[in-house]
């Protein structure tokens, strides 16, 4: 059973940072692409940043390019996401997917709020 499991998020004033975690199970997750998403209310949900698998070749959003660095950790089947230089914008909830066999998984998202 596929879970991707999202944690990290919180509340941070302008200019701090958060790590966020996604961990996953029920595939090999060494062989798949991760990506974080994000979706503030209203608004439609973007790509905010992903990462390749062998290659670790890593693709962001112009939006945080310079501030969020996406990374992973083969061994322990997580994706993370730093984020640093945090603004009001960032604010979202955010998503890990990724798409083993060709089917398209999500977690459930954990809350970023930057507010001072």
């Known amino acids: 059973q596929v879970q991707l499991v999202e944690s990290g998020g919180g509340l941070v004033q302008p200019g701090g940072s958060l790590r966020l975690s996604c961990a996953a199970s029920?595939?090999?997750?060494?062989?798949?692409?991760m990506s974080w998403y994000r979706q503030a209310p209203g608004k439609e949900r973007e790509m905010v940043a992903r990462i390749s698998s062998s290659f670790r070749t890593t693709t962001y959003a112009d939006s945080v390019k310079g501030r969020f660095t996406i990374s992973r950790h083969n061994a322990k089947s997580t994706v993370y996401l730093q984020m640093d230089s945090l603004k009001p914008e960032d604010t979202a909830m955010y998503y890990c997917?990724?798409?083993?066999?060709?089917?398209?998984?999500w977690g459930q998202g954990t809350q970023v709020t930057v507010s001072s």
């Open positions: 997917n990724a798409a083993p066999n060709g089917v398209l998984r």
């Open positions: 029920g595939f090999t997750f060494s062989s798949y692409t």
